[in-house]
Nanobody, 118 residues
Framework: QVHLVESGGGLVQAGGSLRLSCATS????????MGWYRQAPGKQRELVAS???????DYADSVKGRFTVSRDNAKNTVYLQMNSLRPEDTANYYC????????????WGQGTQVTVSA
């Protein structure tokens, strides 16, 4: 059974930083690309960062240069370092293995809330 447990969110002022973690189990983490997604109230969930099994990364234009995704295969965990946060980054953040057409699983964890005040 797949488990995805996100943590590390919180309330931060604009310009601040947060580091999110996503602990996973129930699938072979090391062979899967992983994605970080976010969903703001009234908006669709969007992919903000991804990392392949080989460590290649990709970012949405809105976070490029500010966010950094990384992974620790020994801990089955993916991270998202978020710097220079903006109010528009406010959302609930989720992780999910990334398939060729989107999230690999329909199951989602509870997410971790990030709130950035102006």
């Amino acid at each position: 059974q797949v488990h995805l447990v996100e943590s590390g969110g919180g309330l931060v002022q604009a310009g601040g930083s947060l580091r999110l973690s996503c602990a996973t189990s129930g699938f072979i983490f090391s062979i899967n690309a992983m994605g970080w997604y976010r969903q703001a109230p009234g908006k669709q969930r969007e992919l903000v960062a991804s990392i392949t099994r080989y460590g290649n990364t990709d970012y949405a234009d809105s976070v490029k240069g500010r966010f950094t995704v990384s992974r620790d295969n020994a801990k089955n965990t993916v991270y998202l370092q978020m710097n220079s946060l903006r109010p528009e980054d406010t959302a609930n953040y989720y992780c999910n293995p990334k398939g060729p057409y989107g999230p690999l699983y329909n199951y989602w964890g509870q997410g971790t809330q990030v709130t950035v005040s102006a």
